[in-house]
């Protein structure tokens, strides 16, 4: 019953973009919080369409905090895998955004 309630609250306590606001431009992180927030209501395509990094980010964090209680063999590659894959979509999608 809590996490409907922080379901209902978490759209009212999302934070704005200062660059956004200040520049007129969006940053490389908005969408993030929209994107978590649809993730935890179970739309998994509209999280994706509103920021396309959210899942490679989100196996990083499974596949580290996966590396903190199991001894993974290739652990360092392929987390810098993964980061640099994150990285990637984050920029694409900043790019796509201006364009």
């Not at 964090?61 to 209680?69: E, M, V």
């Amino acid at each position: 019953m809590n996490l409907v309630f922080f379901l209902i609250a978490a759209k009212d306590l999302m934070l704005p973009c200062l660059s956004k606001q200040l520049l007129g431009m969006e940053c490389p992180g908005c969408g993030i919080q929209r994107s978590v927030w649809l993730l935890l209501q179970g739309e998994f395509v509209a999280a994706f369409k509103m920021y396309p990094a959210i899942y490679p980010i989100m196996g990083l964090f499974a596949f580290l905090l996966l590396d903190r209680f199991f001894r993974i063999r290739y652990a360092n590659a392929i987390s810098i895998g993964l980061m640099i894959t994150s990285v990637l979509m984050i920029l694409a999608n900043y790019v796509y955004k201006i364009l």
